[in-house]
C-alpha cells in the first residue's frame, strides 16, 4: 500500500455564460490574463417530480494567446465550453487577511455563440471585430470557434499563434456542438 500513488488526473469541462464581460491585464512581465466567471445551469426533477434548477457560478482564467483570444471575442451572456484544471490561489488583503479561491484554468475555450464568417476572417487576421452583437440579417452563416492553449513553446508573435477553427461536423468539438444554454 505504501507504494501506490493517486493518479494525477485534474480535468474540468464545463459549458455556461459568462456573467459579465471578461477582465484583461497584463502581468508585470507582460504576460496576458483574462478572468471571467460563468454561469452553469443543472435542471433535475426532485423527489416530488418538481423541476428544479441549480446554477454554479465558476470562476475561469486564461492566460498568453488564450487570454487574449477571449478578450477579443468573448462579452457577458456569451456561451462557452471550457477544458481546464482546477486551481487553488490565495493572496493577502489590504487589511492582512488571507483570501482563497478555486477557478478554472482554462486549456481550451470553445465560444459556443455563432459568430459571422467576417469575425472569424477578422480574428484570424489579427484585426479588431467592430461589430460584437448579433449577426445581421443575410449575413454569412455562422461558426463557431474553438481555442486551445498551446503547450510550451517558443515565444512568437502572438498573432501567429492563435488557432481559430472553422468546426465542421467531421471536425472534434467536445461533443457540444448543437448545444441549447
Given at each position: 500500500m505504501?507504494d501506490?500513488?493517486?493518479?494525477?488526473?485534474?480535468n474540468?469541462?464545463?459549458?455556461g455564460?459568462?456573467?459579465?464581460?471578461p477582465?484583461?491585464r497584463?502581468?508585470?512581465?507582460?504576460?496576458?490574463?483574462?478572468?471571467f466567471?460563468?454561469?452553469?445551469?443543472?435542471?433535475?426533477?426532485?423527489n416530488?417530480?418538481?423541476w428544479?434548477?441549480?446554477?454554479?457560478?465558476?470562476?475561469?482564467?486564461a492566460?498568453?494567446?488564450?487570454?487574449?483570444?477571449?478578450?477579443?471575442v468573448l462579452?457577458?451572456?456569451?456561451?462557452?465550453?471550457?477544458?481546464?484544471?482546477?486551481?487553488?490561489?490565495?493572496?493577502h488583503?489590504?487589511?492582512?487577511?488571507?483570501?482563497n479561491?478555486?477557478?478554472?484554468r482554462a486549456?481550451?475555450?470553445?465560444f459556443?455563440?455563432?459568430?459571422t464568417?467576417?469575425?472569424?476572417?477578422?480574428l484570424?487576421?489579427?484585426?479588431?471585430?467592430?461589430?460584437?452583437?448579433?449577426p445581421?440579417p443575410g449575413?454569412?452563416?455562422?461558426?463557431?470557434?474553438?481555442?486551445?492553449?498551446?503547450?510550451a513553446?517558443?515565444?512568437?508573435?502572438?498573432?501567429?499563434q492563435?488557432?481559430i477553427?472553422k468546426i465542421?461536423?467531421?471536425?472534434?468539438?467536445?461533443?457540444?456542438q448543437?448545444l441549447?444554454l
Open positions: 505504501a501506490l500513488k493517486m493518479p494525477d488526473i485534474n474540468v469541462l464545463i459549458a455564460n459568462l456573467t459579465s464581460d477582465i484583461f497584463k502581468t508585470s512581465n507582460g504576460t496576458a490574463v483574462v478572468n466567471y460563468i454561469a452553469s445551469n443543472r435542471k433535475y426533477r426532485d416530488s417530480g418538481i428544479r434548477e441549480n446554477i454554479c457560478y465558476v470562476g475561469v482564467v492566460w498568453h494567446r488564450l487570454a487574449e483570444a477571449c478578450n477579443e462579452k457577458k451572456n456569451h456561451s462557452v465550453l471550457i477544458d481546464g484544471e482546477l486551481q487553488s490561489r490565495n493572496w488583503n489590504e487589511d492582512g487577511s488571507t483570501r479561491v478555486v477557478e478554472i486549456r481550451r475555450v470553445q459556443l455563440d455563432r459568430k464568417e467576417r469575425d472569424v476572417e477578422e484570424a487576421a489579427g484585426g479588431e471585430q467592430s461589430d460584437k452583437t448579433a445581421a449575413t454569412a452563416p455562422p461558426e463557431s470557434k474553438r481555442i486551445e492553449e498551446p503547450a513553446e517558443p515565444a512568437k508573435p502572438a498573432v501567429e492563435i488557432q477553427q465542421e461536423p467531421t471536425d472534434f468539438d467536445f461533443g457540444y448543437d441549447k
